[in-house]
């Protein structure tokens, strides 16, 4: 079967439309991907910083601990010396 002059321009239209319908479709796809990709990473540098300022803090509450605990001994090692 063999297609005339109009129909043959037709069909290539409709070829090269799905073609940059492909295309398009990709390129969405790859700048959405890229996109969530760059919000994960911003998410993940978030989370490292909260992380880091937690570690601090229970740094910092640890040595209060450790100071308050260091007192209480030295107070009950002064009540059993006296």
């Given at each position: ?29 790859i700048k ?5 990709e760059k ?22 509450k640890k ?20």
């Amino acid at each position: 079967m063999y297609l005339s002059e109009p129909e043959e321009i037709v069909a290539y239209v409709v070829c090269i439309a799905i073609i940059i319908g492909f295309a398009v479709t990709t390129y969405m796809e790859i700048k959405n991907t890229v996109y969530e990709e760059k919000q994960k990473h911003k998410e993940q540098k978030e989370n490292e910083e909260k992380i880091k300022t937690l570690i601090s803090y229970f740094n910092a509450k640890k040595k209060l601990i450790d100071t308050v605990a260091k007192l209480n001994q030295t107070k009950k090692e002064e009540k059993s010396e006296n």
